[in-house]
């Protein structure tokens, strides 16, 4: 089993900056890709960032330019920087990890990120 815990979600301005931060602990040696997803109130989960135990990175349109996911092999912690904040980045924001035979997946609880005017 794999244990998720997101941190450093907040209140931030539209045009601001905030990291977001997961922590995996467990059988982490089972995880090939580890990703961001995201969920605005009445909208269905969206992946945001993704990157592979190789290093190889993804980023939905969105927030393509403004994003950044990275990882520290020796915390075991994925990152989320995310910059110039927009009003629609307003979610909760869900660290998620998968197997290679995306047999196994796991999710975080969340973290709120809100985005003011």
């Known amino acids: 089993q794999v244990q998720l815990a997101e941190s450093g979600g907040g209140l931030v301005q539209t045009g601001g900056s905030l990291t977001l931060s997961c922590a995996a602990s467990?059988?982490?040696?089972?995880?090939?890709?580890m990703d961001w997803y995201r969920q605005a109130p009445g909208k269905q989960r969206e992946l945001v960032a993704s990157?592979?135990?190789?290093?190889?990175?993804y980023y939905a349109d969105s927030v393509k330019g403004r994003v950044t996911i990275s990882r520290d092999s020796a915390k075991n912690t994925l990152y989320l920087r995310m910059d110039s904040l927009k009003a629609e980045d307003t979610a909760v924001y869900f660290c998620?990890?998968?197997?290679?035979?995306?047999?196994?997946?796991?999710w975080g609880q969340g973290t709120q990120v809100t985005v003011s005017s």
């Open positions: 998620h990890g998968r197997s290679a035979n995306f047999l196994d997946h796991y």
């Open positions: 990157i592979t135990r190789a290093g190889s990175t």
């Open positions: 467990g059988s982490i040696i089972s995880i090939n890709v």
